[in-house]
């Protein structure tokens, strides 16, 4: 147990040395000492089930065993070599990371973070194309270097200084918030609440948004492009989820226009969306290149880039280097993480567990005025809170914020996300029960119960 003067030391050294940018989650942050599986325990011996597993990353679970022995196994015999010479780790891992993506995919670039692999990619469009022009969505988060600040599109993260040249938002095909979209557009167990005109096989809302994505394409790029960067499903922003079809129409747009097409995995990969390994799987879609990072290393800092060996060639006119990228120890984490996926059949359990806990959430939905919209796929989650059924205002922040907090000091942490921290996140190790996910449930049915309770006394 913690002394409670080491705590506020704790809090002052947060303060006063370490990057004041940093968000720090709930009022008295907690101060953890260890984690194990789906749990992580703070320095007063509290459990908390972890419903965000540090941003998505923890895919496996908190110091999963089996990583943990062969990461320990790795570091006692080489840590680094910067691949200027080999060592098996390397060719092992790029061998087993590509059989999981179908073919032209076999080429791994390997790097320490997303951003870095998206810089990366979108070097690589460039280079490849010889164009400029690269399209994102509103309201993605692709990475926070200076280059992909200018793909990431979620204004909280940008700084007002010139950035991103040659970088061109387009709308967001957004079923819940955008004009278009309703009880048929999603791929998800739980559609929204929103009536549409649309019927299986006929989406109007995609084809509305794809004549809006050829606008962008018309209008703000030059006839030739780069590329097109999307996650298959929004992370930061909420889980946010496009009409069934959109992807694979907007990939054959760039593609006409020169274009490659990225697929940012760094939170749908991995197999968290269940059904399918890789989120580009469930838009029936082969991208040109598809970077990685988060739960390739189950919280371990690595990135990949993994493209055709015909783009990867155009990068080997020079050279291109990367110091840590590769190293001994991360691709035998990232090997130990893609054993424990199959071993433990974290993928069936992400779409078991995972269809289960937002079938049980919806009810919530059903049962409440405040939670507007339950979505996802897999254990990739999000509940958008609002002022009222029906209308897509954020409830306020401090009302939220109150839920959250409540959720938290009864054991589960959950995410924030979305332009007004209004969508709850929940996307935790794969490893997660059904009994956890009632456990979650009932959690949350409470906190909004004292919510109504609160508001009944105003
Ligand atoms: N892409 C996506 C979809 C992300 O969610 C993030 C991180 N939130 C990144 C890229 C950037 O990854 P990193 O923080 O490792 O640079």
Redesign the pocket.
């Known amino acids: 147990k913690y002394q409670s003067y080491a705590y506020d030391h704790m809090l002052k050294i947060r303060e006063r040395n370490i990057s004041p940018s940093l968000v720090t989650y709930y009022k008295k942050p907690l101060l953890l000492h260890q984690g194990y599986m789906q749990w992580l325990f703070d320095y007063e011996g509290r459990r908390y089930l972890d419903l965000f597993a540090g941003?998505?990353t923890v895919s496996v679970g908190h110091c999963h065993p089996k990583v943990t022995v062969a990461t320990q196994k790795q570091l006692a015999r080489l840590w680094h070599t910067t691949n200027i010479y080999m060592h098996p780790s390397i060719q092992e891992y790029a061998e087993k990371l590509t059989s999981f993506l179908p073919d032209p995919l076999k080429v791994v670039y390997l790097t320490n973070?997303?951003?870095?692999a998206?810089d990366l990619a979108m070097f690589l469009t460039r280079i490849y194309t010889r164009n400029f022009d690269i399209i994102c969505f509103r309201g993605g988060?692709?990475?926070?270097?200076p280059y992909?600040l200018g793909v990431t599109s979620i204004g909280p993260y940008k700084h007002g200084i010139a950035n991103g040249f040659g970088c061109s938002t387009t709308m967001l095909p957004d079923v819940f918030r955008g004009p278009w979209g309703g009880s048929h557009c999603r791929d998800s167990p739980v559609q929204t609440i929103r009536k549409c005109s649309c019927s299986e096989g006929v989406c109007h809302a995609k084809d509305q948004y794809v004549e809006q994505f050829k606008d962008t394409l018309n209008t703000c790029v030059p006839k030739t492009i780069a590329g097109f960067i999307a996650?298959p499903i929004q992370?930061?922003n909420g889980t946010v989820q496009y009409p069934k079809g959109f992807l694979k129409e907007a990939y054959q747009l760039v593609r006409e226009r020169g274009g490659l097409c990225i697929s940012?995995e760094?939170?749908t990969g991995f197999g968290r969306t269940g059904s399918h390994f890789w989120g580009f799987q469930t838009h029936d879609v082969v991208p040109d290149i598809v970077?990685m990072?988060?739960g390739i290393g189950n919280g371990f800092p690595m990135?990949a880039v993994v493209t055709t060996k015909e783009i990867a060639s155009s990068l080997a006119q020079n050279l291109h280097f990367n110091t840590f990228g590769g190293n001994p120890v991360a691709c035998v984490v990232g090997a130990a993480v893609l054993d424990a996926i199959e071993e433990d059949g974290l993928q069936k359990n992400s779409e078991e567990v995972g269809t289960y806990m937002l079938l049980e959430f919806a009810k919530l939905r059903d049962k409440f005025e405040i939670v507007g919209d339950v979505r996802g796929k897999g254990l990739m989650i999000g509940i958008e809170m609002v002022t009222n059924k029906g209308s897509c205002h954020p409830l306020p922040d401090e009302e939220i914020s109150r839920i959250w907090e409540d959720c938290k000091d009864m054991g589960v942490l959950i995410g924030r996300g979305g332009l007004c921290r209004q969508t709850f996140r929940i996307k935790p190790p794969m490893c997660i029960t059904k009994r956890d996910a009632d456990f979650a449930v009932e959690v949350f049915r409470t906190a909004l119960e004292r919510h109504m309770e609160r508001a009944a006394e105003k």
Not at 113 to 116: A, H, I, L, Q, T
Not at 141 to 145: D, I, K, L, M, P
């Open positions: 941003i998505v973070s997303g951003s870095e998206n988060y692709h990475g926070g270097s992909t996650e992370g930061v940012d760094v939170q970077t990072a988060k990135g």
